[in-house]
């Protein structure tokens, strides 16, 4: 089983950046981010496939950006001017495949899951 581990979540000010990271221990064609906070479903933030494409919500369109190292097993989210609607525990994801990554229900057939890094934003 592949395993995925986030790292860099934390608490910040509205308007602040922050970038989160997840390191897996084999390669996966599809690597993403799904969010979720309290009362909420989780949700699909951002992805990348393996070809470098990439997918976002368009609640962080124009925000943030995903990406990936050469190597395609580090994952990386940069969150530019958040928001406290942000706030949410972030979960780094991979799958076969990056097709409809922020459709709803999406991560109930997403393959691989890390334990999440939590993300406050503060106004």
């Known amino acids: 089983q592949v395993q995925l581990v986030e790292s860099g979540g934390g608490s910040v000010q509205a308007g602040d950046s922050l970038r989160i990271s997840c390191k897996a221990s084999?390669?996966?064609?599809?690597m993403g981010w799904f969010r979720q906070s309290p009362g909420k479903q989780r949700e699909g933030v951002a992805a990348?496939?393996?070809?470098?494409?990439?997918t976002y919500a368009d609640s962080v369109k124009g925000r943030y950006t995903v990406s990936r190292d050469n190597a395609g097993t580090t994952l990386y989210l940069q969150m530019n001017n958040l928001t406290p609607e942000d706030t949410a525990q972030y979960y780094c994801?991979?799958?076969?495949?990056?097709?409809?990554?922020?459709?709803?229900?999406?991560?109930?057939?997403?393959?691989?899951w890390g334990q999440g890094t939590q993300v406050t934003v503060s106004s």
């Open positions: 990348i496939g393996g070809d470098g494409s990439t």
């Open positions: 084999g390669y996966i064609y599809c």
């Open positions: 994801a991979a799958d076969a495949s990056c097709g409809s990554w922020v459709a709803p229900d999406r991560h109930k057939y997403t393959s691989y």
